[in-house]
Every structure is written in structure tokens, then in C-alpha cells.
């Protein structure tokens, strides 16, 4: 009998090879978006079959970090919870960056602990939260931002800096909670 | 520049979106202007937290296990896209089923793979609404329809006497060679005989005889340098006898 030989196979060992290693960083990101274990699993789930039926449509070259987390986003906003977030913010094309109102505020911050942070990043609307995220979590510069959000880059850095103003206040109302409360 | 409109650019400054010019500007100011380097600290800070905070959720391991099969399951089916999602489950007890069977070492591994594609060719073709695209029970239709479309030619048995009727034929695709998918039917069992050529690498070598393929019966052998495949829920003696039919006209 001859001895088997695997063919390597391009089209399939690259979606293996770039899909796999992104599994973490996708759940991470769907339980953000969800706030819940099982619909987070679903949308991993259901991210990884609808790329693989598509990947023959993927443009080799073009950002496959952005194209999964594109598709991920999308079966989020199709979903139960997904429809029920307000994608409503009156943003934001060529709208330029708002001026900056707020002044540091250094020693505010220092005082978040991790877990406040979280809850205030919970806190957020969907579009301020995800976009936090992948800028300081995944560390997307914002040409890839805009590819996974499908928006242009104008509109990353206005909403990248009213999510970061909405982080803020939020972390502010926190703290002097519970100042109050103490 | 007023600082105002330094402010602007500290966010573009902190992310490394602005070019190495500008960001040495941006540099220099910030050594000098101690209101712009109270603000960047705080920026940082914010972006630090968030950076630390946003990395919370760890997915467990059966999720991972789950997604790890799916993927190296479905990257290697060929079957129609819109029957994909739907087989997923399927596709996954296949597998684990595969996964207990007597066979060892690669070439386990490679009839499992190929068992499960043509497990999966055979229930999306019999779910298709035009699952044969030859429609024929004479072997002297179904036989020349294929010329042209397949690099190879084969013999079809005579089933008058027998059990068995042909429903059709249509092109298959095993890892992109195509090859002839013929239906058949005993007593309301379809199966599926599948044919290609030998030389492929993927059907090279394997063993041949009679396999179980999850609630699927198989048969599979080599013959004049075509690899046929029998498959279906049919008992394995319907699938052995038909086998045996195709093997004496071939």
C-alpha cells in the first residue's frame, strides 16, 4: 500500500492559520459587545462559519483582522441584543474634532481601579465601547478601524474622541460616587 | 499655535497617527508646555486602564475546541456554500464519530477527512431540490452525459434482475477534481457512488473495503485507476452487492 501524502492545501491551511490565532482576541471582544457567555459563544461561533463560507470572496492583501472583526460586528448588530442597541449618535462626517471642554484630570483617573474602569466601559453606548476597544485593546490604528467599523477615518477620530470623553465623565460620576459614599 | 489646537493632535499623538515630523513637533512642545504634558498624562492613563481593563474575558476550552473542528472540518469541504451552515452540526458528530473508529495514524486521518466530504456531498445532494442534473434510469443516458465534464470514462452495471434502480448523475468535486456522483435507490435507500480518478493525492492509497462513515455505510476500492466510493444508509449488504455490481462492470 502507498503511503498517504498530504497535498498542502493554500486556500484552506491560510484560513486555519489566520483565523485561529485571532480566536481569543474575537471572543474577548463579541463578550464585550454582548455582556453575555453564551450569546458571546454563539457570535464567536457564527463569525468563524460565515468567514469560512466567505473566505473564497476574501481579497488576499487585504486586513483579515479587520475583515473577522467586521463580520463579527455585523452578526452582533443582525442579533437579538445586537438589534437592540441605538446606534444613534448624531456624529460626525467632516465634522472635524470637538474642541476639548474638560481639563485633565490626572489624579481623577489615577484613583479608577480596573474594576471601575470596566464598569464604566460597560456603561458606554456600543459604538464608544467597540471602538475603545479595538483602538487601546487590539491596537488598531485607525485606517483599520475604519475597515472593521466601515466608516472613513475623519469619522474614527471624532467618535474615538467622544468615546473617550463619554469614558470620562463616566469614570468621574464613578469616583465621586463613591467619595459620596464613603 | 495656541494650545488648543496642540490638544487636538495629542489623541493622534498617543494612537501613532501622526507622521514622524509631526510627532517631533509634537515632542518638542510637550517638553516645554507643562499644560499639554498634563494632558497627555492623562490621556495616557485612560488608554493604559482601558488597555488593562479591556482584556477580561477568556473563552473556555470547549468553545475552542468547537470553533478548532469547525474550522478544520469546514475549510475542507467543497459542498455548496448555502448547505454549510446548516451541516455544521452534522459535520461535527461526523467527525467525532470518525474520531472512534479502528483506523490509525494518517490514514485514519485522511479517510476520516474524506469520508466526511463525501458524507456531506451525499445529504446535500439528496436535500437538494435538483439533486441529480442527469435525470435517468438508463445507464446508456447517464453514462455519455458525463463526457466532457469528467477527464476519465467508466462502465455502469446493468441492473435488470436486481434491486437497484439509477436515479442519476451529476459532477462532483472531491479537493477541486471533479468526478461522477451517481445515485442510486434499493427500497427507498438512496446511495452514492462516486467515482475519481486514482491519481489524485487526496483518495491515493487508501485502504479498501467496507467502513462505517456515522449512520452511513461505505464501500470504497480501486479499479482500472478510478477510486469508487459507495455510500448511503442503505444495509452494508445492499451496499456490498451494489459494489459488487459496479466492480463486474467496471
Known amino acids: 500500500m502507498r503511503v498517504f501524502e498530504e497535498r498542502p492545501r493554500p486556500s484552506a491551511l491560510s484560513f486555519e492559520d489566520l483565523a485561529l490565532p485571532l480566536f481569543d482576541q474575537l471572543y474577548n471582544f463579541a463578550r464585550w459587545l454582548t455582556q453575555d457567555k453564551a450569546e458571546a459563544e454563539d457570535l464567536v461561533q457564527e463569525t468563524y ?6 473566505f473564497s470572496s476574501f481579497q ?33 462626517e467632516n465634522e472635524g474634532l470637538p474642541v476639548e471642554t474638560a481639563t485633565p484630570e490626572s489624579l481623577l483617573i489615577e484613583r479608577a481601579n480596573r474594576e471601575m474602569v470596566q464598569r464604566a466601559l460597560e456603561g458606554l453606548a456600543v459604538p464608544f ?30 467618535r474615538l474622541f467622544r468615546a473617550r ?18 | 499655535m495656541a494650545c488648543d489646537e496642540w490638544r487636538v493632535k495629542l489623541d493622534l499623538y498617543l494612537d501613532g497617527e501622526l507622521t514622524p515630523n509631526e510627532a517631533m513637533t509634537v515632542g518638542a512642545h510637550l517638553r516645554e508646555c507643562p499644560g499639554c504634558a498634563a494632558a497627555v498624562l492623562e ?8 488597555q488593562i ?18 474550522v478544520t472540518a469546514r475549510s475542507r469541504g467543497r459542498i455548496a456554500t448555502r448547505w454549510r451552515f446548516a451541516l455544521i452540526p452534522a459535520l461535527v458528530l461526523l467527525v467525532a464519530a470518525f474520531l472512534l ?27 437538494s431540490s435538483t439533486p441529480v442534473d442527469v435525470v435517468s434510469t438508463d445507464r446508456h443516458t447517464v453514462k455519455p452525459w458525463f463526457q466532457g465534464k469528467i477527464p476519465f470514462t ?86 456490498l452487492g451494489l459494489s459488487k455490481l459496479l466492480q463486474d462492470a467496471g
Open chain 2, 53 to 70: 481593563a479591556g482584556k477580561r474575558y477568556a473563552p473556555d476550552a470547549t468553545l475552542r475546541m468547537r470553533i478548532t473542528k469547525t
Open chain 1, 49 to 54: 462559519v460565515k468567514a469560512l463560507r466567505g
Open chain 1, 165 to 182: 470623553q463619554a469614558l470620562r465623565v463616566a469614570l468621574r460620576e464613578r469616583i465621586e460616587g463613591e467619595r459620596r459614599g464613603v
Open chain 2, 101 to 127: 473508529s479502528a483506523y490509525e495514524g494518517r490514514e485514519r486521518a485522511a479517510r476520516q477527512r474524506i469520508y466526511s466530504e463525501l458524507a456531506d456531498l451525499h445529504v446535500a445532494t439528496l436535500a
Open chain 2, 154 to 239: 467508466f462502465n455502469l452495471p446493468e441492473l435488470s434482475g436486481t434491486d437497484f434502480s439509477l436515479v442519476g448523475g451529476r459532477v462532483a468535486y472531491l479537493e477541486q477534481s471533479p468526478g461522477a456522483h451517481l445515485i442510486y435507490q434499493i427500497r427507498k435507500h438512496e446511495i452514492s457512488v462516486f467515482i475519481f480518478p486514482e491519481r489524485e493525492a487526496e483518495v491515493r492509497g487508501l485502504s479498501s473495503g467496507p467502513a462505517r462513515a456515522a449512520s452511513f455505510n461505505a464501500q470504497t476500492w480501486t479499479q482500472d485507476g478510478l477510486r469508487y466510493f459507495v455510500i448511503g444508509d442503505a444495509a452494508s449488504a445492499d451496499i
Open chain 1, 60 to 92: 488576499p492583501g487585504t486586513n483579515f483582522r479587520a475583515w473577522m472583526y467586521r463580520i463579527l460586528r455585523n452578526s452582533f448588530l443582525s442579533s437579538r441584543t445586537g438589534l437592540k442597541t441605538t446606534v444613534l449618535l448624531d456624529e460626525e
Open chain 1, 129 to 158: 465601547r467597540e471602538i475603545l476597544l479595538l483602538c487601546e485593546v487590539e491596537e488598531m490604528s485607525y485606517q483599520e478601524i475604519g475597515e472593521t467599523l466601515a466608516i472613513p477615518v475623519g469619522t474614527v477620530m471624532s
Open chain 2, 43 to 50: 490621556r495616557v492613563q485612560i488608554k493604559r486602564s482601558v
